[in-house]
């Protein structure tokens, strides 16, 4: 009986190989589900941005940063650079209080701004090149403590989205400046002005 020859070098999975994709797979459905369903908690001063300011925002962290980035308290924006098959060179780590958000595995870190500098030291050792925080509170008591681990997770490229309040403190303190070709928006819109703040040279300035 005549076979294809070509069929031999067709290469097929192992069973090990098909089960570790599958897995793959169910993990990346899991988290995007993740995203889609947990609603903001007004309690825990949860604001979602808006598909085009996290687009946005996306899109100039894969600009600005070659090497791993750490997004405090902004898990829309983690899901969304953490799907995005261009940062493979990358490790994007999600600093967050909510533990809704312990779906993410290895990549998603407990983070209570109260305690700034209790980041496990496997993270710290990463190195950052680029950090974008959106503090939960309009406070200076919160933004000064966000920047704390800021400043401990990374010496080179900051963003920073806040209320507009709070421009002059995060000045200040981070040696940022206002992006005035840039306002972040959220899907519930915000009595509150909002703005971004760089402290690098950017398009968004």
């Known amino acids: 009986m005549a076979t294809d020859e070509g069929d031999e070098d067709i290469p097929v999975l192992s069973a090990y190989a098909l ?7 169910d993990e990346q459905i899991a988290k995007q589900e ?4 947990v609603q903001e908690d007004w309690q825990l001063s949860q604001f979602w941005y808006d598909e085009e300011t996290t687009a946005t925002l996306a899109e100039e962290c894969f600009k600005e940063s070659e090497g791993n980035i750490a997004c405090i308290s902004c898990p829309t924006l983690y899901a969304k650079l953490s799907q995005d098959s261009s940062c493979k060179q990358s490790r994007i780590v999600l600093l967050e209080y909510d533990k809704r958000f312990a779906i993410h595995g290895e990549d998603y870190v407990h983070y209570d701004y109260n305690a700034p500098l209790d ?3 496997s993270i710290k050792s990463l190195g950052f090149d680029l950090v974008i925080a959106d503090p939960p509170f309009l406070s200076e008591e919160c933004l000064t403590k966000v920047s704390q681990t800021i400043r401990l997770l990374t010496t080179n490229k900051i963003i920073l989205c806040t209320g507009t309040v709070m ?9 940022v400046e206002e992006c005035r070709n840039f306002i972040p928006r959220h899907r519930n819109n ?3 002005s909002f703005s971004c703040y760089v402290n690098y040279d950017s398009a968004l300035k």
């Open 119 to 121: 980041v496990p030291d």
């Open 34 to 37: 993740c995203v889609n369903t």
């Open 167 to 175: 421009g002059e403190l995060a000045k200040q303190i981070l040696q």
């Open 190 to 192: 915000l009595a509150n």
């Open 19 to 25: 089960a570790a994709l599958q897995e793959f797979y």
